[in-house]
């Protein structure tokens, strides 16, 4: 009968607890909301659902209605006209750098140095321009 009752009131006490890990993941959440939010961008931007589903393959279909059907009924309540987004698409400009990585390898010739100064020649240099007594 004891353990019976102890079983019970583990049981209680472990049913309002919450097991770190074993909720749901906070990033299907997001990937939801976002879709939402796409769906709601289409719709504001007068695109049909259609096209909305085929520009953003990876986000869930009835996310992103529920998102279009939401902002249909906000806009009808508020009067807004929807604005039509731009059809083109900048290209971008390519731009080629410079390659200043070093050269390796057998076919690479060194660089020219200049001869270098013995140390006499600039003592001497240097005891020509020193004032003379």
Same mark, same amino acid.
């Given at each position: 009968?004891?353990?019976?009752?102890?079983?019970?009131?583990?049981?209680?006490?472990?049913?309002?607890?919450?097991? $770190?890990?074993? =909720?749901?993941?906070?990033?299907?959440?997001?990937?939801?909301? /976002?879709?939402?939010?796409?769906?709601?961008?289409?719709?504001?931007?007068?695109?049909? !659902? /259609?096209?909305?589903?085929?520009?953003? %393959?990876?986000?869930?279909?009835?996310?992103?209605?529920? =998102?279009?059907? %939401?902002? %249909?009924?906000?806009?009808?309540?508020?009067? !807004? /006209? =929807?604005?039509?987004?731009?059809?083109?698409?900048?290209?971008?400009?390519? /731009?080629?750098?410079?390659?200043?990585?070093?050269?390796? =390898?057998?076919?690479?010739?060194?660089?020219?140095?200049? $001869?270098?100064?013995?140390?006499?020649?600039?003592?001497?240099?240097?005891?020509?321009?020193? $004032?003379?007594?």
């Amino acid at each position: 009968m004891m353990r019976c009752l102890l079983l019970l009131a583990t049981a209680l006490l472990l049913s309002a607890c919450e097991i $770190p890990g074993m =909720g749901p993941d906070p990033r299907i959440a997001q990937r939801e909301a /976002e879709a939402r939010a796409i769906g709601g961008a289409c719709r504001h931007g007068l695109r049909s !659902i /259609e096209d909305c589903y085929n520009q953003h %393959d990876s986000a869930s279909k009835a996310a992103i209605f529920q =998102g279009w059907k %939401d902002m %249909d009924e906000y806009m009808r309540e508020n009067k !807004i /006209e =929807g604005i039509r987004a731009s059809a083109e698409k900048a290209e971008p400009e390519e /731009e080629i750098l410079p390659d200043t990585r070093p050269k390796v =390898g057998k076919d690479t010739a060194k660089p020219a140095t200049a $001869p270098s100064k013995k140390l006499s020649d600039a003592k001497s240099a240097t005891n020509d321009r020193a $004032p003379k007594p």
